[in-house]
């Protein structure tokens, strides 16, 4: 055989064993990937939270400040302790006279009606401050002439009650004893005196306020279901 023919022959026969080989091996599956330390073992992510949120409309508690009454306003007759500190010649129990004034050592008379007790003490601080190196000054109420109701007319137990913390008629009316028989409960009045000062002189106003006790008893007209002030008088007709 010439050596031409045998070196094709050669070729050939390589060719075919090549591509049986290629046939008969399956195919290589590429090695799954190795996690990362960072992923072993990781937990499922978690569902993000809802955010809190304070629930909207609430009302405000009894005792938050924007659901109480009025800073209280020194009226005469009113009992105020003063207290300065260090100074126990100064510091005594002063009663507020009916023309408005209270005595102060070393000051004479101050007029004290229609101011709140911080405000007195801050006077004082500064009037005593030309007689004492730094005065420290604190006014108390010890006894309020004022802080009292009146309940009067066709009511079980009419009179005076004290004025401890926010009261409204309703609860007024409880406290008396609620109504006689006869009472005309739509024609119930609140009498107020609204005090004012002008030129260290004291002005008193009276106002009155119609009330039907029916009609808040029935949940309706609950605006006249007024929280009470100092010396008001409700009357029952």
């Given at each position: 055989?010439?050596?031409?023919?045998?070196?094709?022959?050669?070729?050939?026969?390589?060719?075919?064993?090549?591509?049986?080989?290629?046939?008969?091996?399956?195919?290589?599956?590429?090695?799954?990937?190795?996690?990362?330390?960072?992923?072993?073992?990781?937990?499922?992510?978690?569902?993000?939270?809802?955010?809190?949120?304070?629930?909207?409309?609430?009302?405000?508690?009894?005792?938050?400040?924007?659901?109480?009454?009025?800073?209280?306003?020194?009226?005469?007759?009113?009992?105020?302790?003063?207290?300065?500190?260090?100074?126990?010649?100064?510091?005594?129990?002063?009663?507020?006279?009916?023309?408005?004034?209270?005595?102060?050592?070393?000051?004479?008379?101050?007029?004290?009606?229609?101011?709140?007790?911080?405000?007195?003490?801050?006077?004082?601080?500064?009037?005593?401050?030309?007689?004492?190196?730094?005065?420290?000054?604190?006014?108390?109420?010890?006894?309020?002439?004022?802080?009292?109701?009146?309940?009067?007319?066709?009511?079980?137990?009419?009179?005076?009650?004290?004025?401890?913390?926010?009261?409204?008629?309703?609860?007024?009316?409880?406290?008396?004893?609620?109504?006689?028989?006869?009472?005309?409960?739509?024609?119930?009045?609140?009498?107020?005196?609204?005090?004012?000062?002008?030129?260290?002189r004291t002005k008193t106003r009276?106002?009155?306020?119609?009330?039907?006790?029916?009609?808040?008893?029935?949940?309706?007209?609950?605006?006249?279901?007024?929280?009470?002030?100092?010396?008001?008088?409700?009357?029952?007709?």
């Open positions: 055989m010439a050596p031409a023919l045998l070196t094709v022959l050669v070729l050939a026969v390589s060719s075919l064993t090549t591509e049986a080989l290629a046939q008969a091996t399956p195919p290589r599956q590429a090695a799954p990937a190795q996690p990362t330390p960072s992923q072993e073992k990781r937990p499922p992510a978690a569902a993000a939270a809802p955010e809190t949120q304070a629930p909207a409309g609430e009302f405000l508690s009894p005792y938050d400040r924007d659901a109480l009454t009025p800073e209280y306003r020194i009226a005469p007759g009113d009992v105020l302790q003063v207290f300065v500190w260090r100074e126990p010649e100064l510091s005594r129990d002063v009663r507020v006279r009916p023309d408005g004034f209270m005595t102060v050592p070393l000051l004479g008379d101050l007029f004290a009606v229609a101011k709140t007790t911080k405000g007195l003490a801050a006077e004082l601080t500064q009037q005593l401050s030309r007689f004492v190196n730094g005065p420290v000054v604190t006014v108390t109420l010890a006894d309020s002439s004022t802080l009292r109701f009146y309940v009067v007319g066709e009511v079980n137990k009419p009179g005076e009650f004290p004025l401890v913390g926010r009261t409204t008629v309703m609860q007024a009316l409880a406290l008396a004893g609620g109504f006689r028989e006869y009472a005309k409960t739509e024609e119930v009045k609140l009498l107020r005196q609204e005090l004012s000062v002008t030129g260290g009276e106002i009155v306020l119609p009330l039907n006790y029916k009609a808040i008893a029935q949940g309706q007209n609950l605006h006249q279901n007024f929280a009470l002030k100092p010396g008001d008088v409700i009357v029952v007709p």
